[in-house]
């Protein structure tokens, strides 16, 4: 029989942002299922209270866990994140994030879920921006097999969904940075920099420094969740902060809540590498209430101080 209380399954609820959400749903009063196959997740970081289930979306007997734990809301974020990775291996790429993404919809479908809030990314999947600030309707122009990849996923999604009761959400990111986060995501340059920082070491900055990134905290990322599932809210919405931030500056932000205001060397442009990238967040404002973010200097202080304490996965 079902247990009667609904619950909210986290993909890769091991991981930098899904353990974050993992905490929050707990706290929102909610049952927290976490699968993860722990391929760069740690069983530490699902909080206490999170019914952890380890295995991976590929293989995973998705069907029967949703039923089992009576699931109505699945935040999907299990996936292969690295984009160089995503360069070497483009078939284990979107065997994890294409095939993985579809096994989680029809899984949805069949055992009656409400809603699929999708991990998307603002910053791989529309390209060098056409003017600023990438909107939602921004064409999409993945550069990296990881962005078409979370592309082609959004699409599954919506596809399969259409005609049903199935809510999909693809929330587009921005670069994402915060306490647990480490070298691989979006935003990994943060987390190289903080820990050679805070180990006295001395940094890299790749190309002229004048290559801009839109920084989101992961707190608010955590509240976009919780409104996109309390709200059931249907679509694409791009979660960052509008604002356009130069690696350049980044650095020197980074080094002052480190304390470590020592300069960067400087080495060759990286081939290849997006120039400018900035989302455009009004709908977010409105269809989620994300008014009021984290600024940067202030979400940075938090992941310095989080890395002062536990440079470690913990
Ligand atoms: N970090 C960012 O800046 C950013 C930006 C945009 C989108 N995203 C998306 O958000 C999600 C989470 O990213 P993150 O930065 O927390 O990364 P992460 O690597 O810390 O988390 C991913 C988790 O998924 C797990 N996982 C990987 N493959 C799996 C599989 N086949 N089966 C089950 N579990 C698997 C990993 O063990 C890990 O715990 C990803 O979908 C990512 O694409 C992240």
């Given at each position: 029989m079902m247990p009667e209380t609904r619950s909210v399954l986290v993909t890769g609820g091991a991981g930098f942002i899904g353990s974050h959400l993992a905490e929050a749903f707990l706290a929102d009063g909610k049952k927290v299922v976490v699968l993860d196959d722990l391929s760069t997740g740690h069983r530490s970081r699902v909080p206490k209270g999170a019914n952890f289930v380890e295995g991976d979306i590929r293989r995973f007997d998705l069907e029967g866990l949703l039923k089992d734990a009576n699931v109505d809301t699945i935040l999907h974020y299990a996936a292969q994140i690295d984009v160089r990775k995503s360069v070497e291996d483009p078939v284990f790429d979107a065997e994890v994030n294409v095939l993985g993404t579809i096994r989680i919809a029809q899984a949805a479908l069949a055992a009656g879920v409400a809603q699929i809030v999708f991990a998307s990314s603002g910053g791989a999947i529309y390209?060098?921006?056409?003017?600023?600030?990438?909107?939602?309707?921004h064409p999409t122009n993945p550069v990296s097999p990881y962005g078409v990849a979370k592309l082609a996923g959004e699409k599954y999604l919506f596809g399969l969904a259409h005609g049903t009761s199935l809510v999909v959400t693809a929330l587009r990111f921005a670069n994402v940075y915060g306490p647990r986060q480490d070298g691989r995501g979006e935003a990994g340059v943060i987390g190289i920099w903080m820990k050679t920082l805070l180990e006295d070491g001395e940094c890299l900055i790749n190309g002229g420094g004048d290559q801009s990134r839109d920084f989101v905290f992961v707190g608010d990322v955590v509240k976009a969740n919780l409104a996109a599932a309390a709200r059931r809210k249907a679509g694409v919405i791009n979660v960052g902060t509008g604002v356009e931030t130069s690696v350049n500056r980044l650095y020197d932000l980074v080094a002052a809540a480190c304390g470590t205001p020592r300069p960067a060397r400087r080495g060759p442009a990286k081939s290849g590498e997006q120039m400018r990238s900035v989302l455009d967040v009004t709908k977010s404002r409105t269809?989620?209430?994300?008014?009021t973010l984290v600024a940067l200097p202030n979400g940075l202080s938090r992941t310095a101080a989080w890395f002062r304490r536990a440079p470690s996965p913990a």
């Open positions: 390209g060098d921006p056409e003017g600023f600030a990438a909107d939602e309707n269809a989620l209430g994300l008014t």
